[in-house]
């Protein structure tokens, strides 16, 4: 269960249980993910969400989102998405910016009521104001369709500018694909976009990786800029972008960097592409010569 941790300290179990239960909060949510971490005893994801209920009914965001999250995977109690709903509305209501996000995608998925996506952008735009980038990257797309009343394009490249600051790497490559293409009103500007991407790749977008390794492969962008279109394309590829491993591996046997070849090869063939399994035998037996 990804989400937000509390600061590290040693963990008193003992003491933070007395706590908790005279009404403070941070220690139901310290306690309780110290059971789900296994801090200084054995994990006990049951003791956790009791904990995690605890410090939610003490008005405790943290605990709230915690809370959520494991009723979204069923963790220490029955998966229950429908029930998932109010807490998360509560944490992100008490300051946690990923809980309005999670909030938002099962507004957008539709969980107990038809899907409604402009409730949704309402909770993406409040996750981002709280700093989520996440949120961020969401909240763009939304005001770009216009979802809430009219499309916003303008604010929605602010928005993602703001979620790529906060370490979105979503958020960067939306916002670098708007530049480098001149969309939605936004003026081209090729060095940009293309900086965005490989800052996109850098913060984990997959889709960021790739189309930083294309411009380098494509000679449009600065050479000082970046070393090259391979770290780009490797890190694609290992996030399970089959793409950027097909690229890696036409690029790779057409250069005759075979070793390249087979690593990108053997991915995306893992990832279904036949063609993909084809060529990295084909590149592993070149290598052998």
């Not at 249980?17 to 296994?38: N, Q």
């Not at 956790?48 to 959520?68: E, I, K, N, P, V």
């Amino acid at each position: 269960m990804a989400g937000p941790s509390l600061a590290q300290e040693p963990l008193d179990r003992a003491g933070l249980k007395d706590s908790c239960e005279a009404g403070e909060g941070d220690a139901c949510g310290r306690l309780a993910e110290g059971y789900f971490s296994g801090e200084g005893a054995p994990k006990d994801v049951y003791r956790a969400g009791r904990f995690f209920g605890l410090g939610c009914d003490l008005d405790h965001g943290f605990s709230c989102f915690r809370l959520g999250q494991a009723r979204l995977e069923g963790l220490g109690m029955p998966v229950d998405r429908v029930g998932a709903i109010p807490v998360l509305v509560k944490a992100c209501e008490l300051g946690q910016g990923g809980a309005c996000r999670e909030a938002g995608d099962l507004f957008t998925m539709g969980v107990g009521t038809r899907p409604d996506g402009q409730t949704a952008g309402l909770w993406y735009q409040l996750g981002c104001e709280l700093e989520d980038g996440e949120s961020c990257a969401n909240a763009g797309l939304w005001l770009e369709r216009g979802d809430g009343l009219n499309p916003e394009p303008e604010m929605a490249r602010d928005v993602w500018t703001r979620g790529c600051d906060w370490g979105s790497g979503r958020s960067c490559t939306l916002l670098g694909i708007r530049l480098w293409r001149g969309l939605e009103g936004a003026q081209r500007d090729l060095q940009r976009g293309g900086a965005l991407f490989a800052r996109g790749c850098r913060s984990g977008d997959a889709e960021g990786c790739r189309l930083a390794g294309e411009a380098v492969v494509k000679g449009q962008m600065a050479a000082s800029q970046e070393p090259g279109a391979y770290p780009f394309l490797r890190e694609g590829c290992a996030l399970q972008d089959v793409l950027s491993c097909r690229l890696m591996v036409n690029r790779s046997m057409v250069e005759r960097q075979y070793e390249n070849a087979v690593w990108a090869g053997e991915r995306a063939c893992e990832m279904g592409d036949s063609r993909a399994c084809k060529v990295a035998k084909r590149a592993e037996r070149r290598q052998s010569r």
